[in-house]
């Protein structure tokens, strides 16, 4: 039997999550103050921002879904809000996005991704590839980082599109940009 | 004892509702809220099912100066129970909850739920942390509820018996964007509702 120290095989790029003050600067900025999620390594250090500071408010989720229509009735009451996820949870996203959608309303989430690069967990591939198609027939707008100094332009343009415009939008933060998570060593 | 009608419960719950918003799910849920007129504070959802209370969460954050009541169904409530743990985490004391648990889905057959088996929404409520639960089946204990709607400032969560009776569809407005802008600009003002 393998036995894995998680805290060292998980994310070996989690300590430079340096984009994480700017996406929380980001929010700060725009007054997006409802912050919810199903937590993922990938959003640690973005969630403890968050946490931390007393104006924003923070919503543990039990599922993903719940995040749509919470945002969906934060926006009734005025107030911007982003959804924080991991990729696996936007399938489970797929019906409540009609919500957003039928209403005309605003929806930001920020995804991060697994199952794209260097995966070493087969369950999670299905969904991290299903990710943009899912998410764009669901008529969600799509954007990309793929490095730290692409994040903080692509969360601004996807805050003005989002909020501005009234449209839905995902920034997928690719697994190359995260860290690929890896428990097995690789098998080198 | 006869089960409880669930518009005349709606309508002794919303007399006087003032400045209270209501949400409701998809289905008899909304058809009872449009039975009872058709005010800028209504949000009848016609689709997003297991959505309601959430969307009800994010009113009530949104809007602490305001109480925001989530009227819906068993089989809506029985879709979003994680919802029920996130909102109790939360605790928002402006958030109330009012599940007309008729024991069948009601727009697809009358076919039973689960709350006609064994489940009991109260005591799930209850385990996820609400504080102010109650199962109601009589009319008589409508009006205290109807009262705690407004003076109560704690979250709240009740179930109310109601009969499995079809009753004719009253249908609210299925514009969106239309009811959206429409509870906005009653709750931020005509001009800060066009805004994001």
């Known amino acids: 039997m393998q036995i894995i120290d998680e805290s060292l095989a998980a994310h070996p790029q989690q300590h430079d999550q340096e984009w994480a003050e700017g ?3 980001l929010f700060k900025a725009y007054h997006v103050e409802l912050i919810s999620f199903v937590p993922d390594g990938g959003h640690k250090q973005l969630i403890a921002y968050c ?20 945002a969906a009735g934060a926006f ?62 669901s008529g969600v707008i799509v954007y990309r980082a793929d490095s730290v100094e692409e994040v903080c332009p692509t969360v601004e343009a996807a805050i003005l599109l989002a909020f501005q ?24 | 004892m006869s ?44 689709g997003a099912m297991g959505g309601a209370a959430m969307v009800g969460l994010g009113i009530a954050l949104a ?16 879709m979003g129970l994680g919802s029920l743990a996130t909102i109790a985490a939360q605790r928002p004391s402006n958030l109330r909850i009012v599940v007309m648990d008729n024991e069948r889905f009601g727009e697809t057959g009358q076919q039973h ?21 109650r199962t109601i089946r009589q009319a008589s204990e409508l009006e205290p509820l ?32 239309y009811l959206t802008h429409r509870l906005r600009a009653a709750l931020l003002g005509a001009e800060r509702a066009l805004e994001a």
């Open chain 1, 76 to 137: 009734l009451g005025g107030k911007r809000s982003a959804l924080l996820m991991q990729s696996s949870g936007v399938g489970n996203c797929i019906n409540m996005l009609s919500l957003p959608r039928a209403c005309n309303m605003p929806f930001l989430a920020l995804v991060t991704m697994r199952g794209e690069w260097g995966e070493f967990n087969p369950w999670q591939v299905p969904m991290g590839q299903g990710t943009p198609v899912i998410l764009e027939a």
């Open chain 1, 23 to 25: 996406v929380y600067e």
């Open chain 1, 51 to 70: 946490q931390s500071d007393p104006t924003l408010r923070t919503v543990t989720l039990t599922t993903e879904e719940e995040g749509i229509a919470l």
């Open chain 1, 165 to 188: 415009s009234r449209h839905r939008v995902a920034v997928l933060l690719s697994q190359k940009l995260i860290g690929a998570k890896n428990f097995t060593g690789g098998d080198k």
């Open chain 2, 146 to 177: 109807r009262v705690d709607l407004h003076a109560l400032d704690d979250l709240l969560f009740a179930v109310v018996k109601v009969s499995p009776e079809e009753l004719p569809r009253v249908l609210p407005p299925r514009d969106g964007a």
């Open chain 2, 3 to 46: 089960l409880l009608n669930r518009r005349e419960a709606l309508r002794t719950l919303l007399y006087e509702r003032g400045k209270l918003i209501v949400v409701t799910g998809l289905g008899s849920s909304a058809y009872d809220l449009a039975s009872c007129g058709n005010e800028p504070l209504d949000f009848p959802l016609w």
């Open chain 2, 113 to 133: 739920t689960h709350t006609a088996a064994r489940t009991d929404l109260a005591a799930v409520a209850t385990g996820c942390g609400f504080q102010h639960v």
């Open chain 2, 63 to 78: 809007q602490p100066e305001y109480k925001a009541l989530v009227v819906t169904g068993d089989g809506e409530m029985l």
